[in-house]
């Protein structure tokens, strides 16, 4: 079993900046890549960007150049800059062995960034 706890989210005006953060405990040893995914009211859970154990990236185009993903030993975070009103939204730290292991693919309960004025 795998624990991920998130922090980090909050109230931000347009144009600022958060850093989400998520800790993983456990057993990690069959956990090669991690994420971050958003689902706003009514909407999908949508992936915002994962790494790898690698340190390979990937980014929804909504935040290219705009987040960045970085992980240390078992945390993982999220520098989100130039935030906008759409990026509001729970987001949810993912951790899971890549391809066909539905038994190894873990969430966390979710931290709320709200962007407004």
């Known amino acids: 079993q795998v624990q991920l706890v998130e922090s980090g989210g909050g109230l931000v005006q347009p144009g600022g900046s958060l850093r989400l953060s998520c800790a993983a405990s456990?057993?990690?040893?069959?956990?090669?890549?991690m994420g971050w995914y958003r689902q706003a009211p009514g909407k999908n859970r949508d992936v915002v960007a994962r790494?790898?154990?690698?340190?390979i990236t990937n980014y929804a185009d909504s935040v290219k150049g705009r987040f960045t993903i970085a992980r240390e030993k078992n945390t993982v975070y999220l520098q989100m800059n130039s935030l906008k009103p759409e990026d509001t939204a729970v987001y949810y730290c993912n951790a899971r062995r890549d391809g066909n292991y539905p038994d190894m693919n873990y969430w966390g309960k979710g931290t709320l960034v709200t962007v407004t004025l």
């Open positions: 456990g057993f990690m040893s069959n956990i090669n890549s």
């Open positions: 790494i790898t154990n690698g340190g």
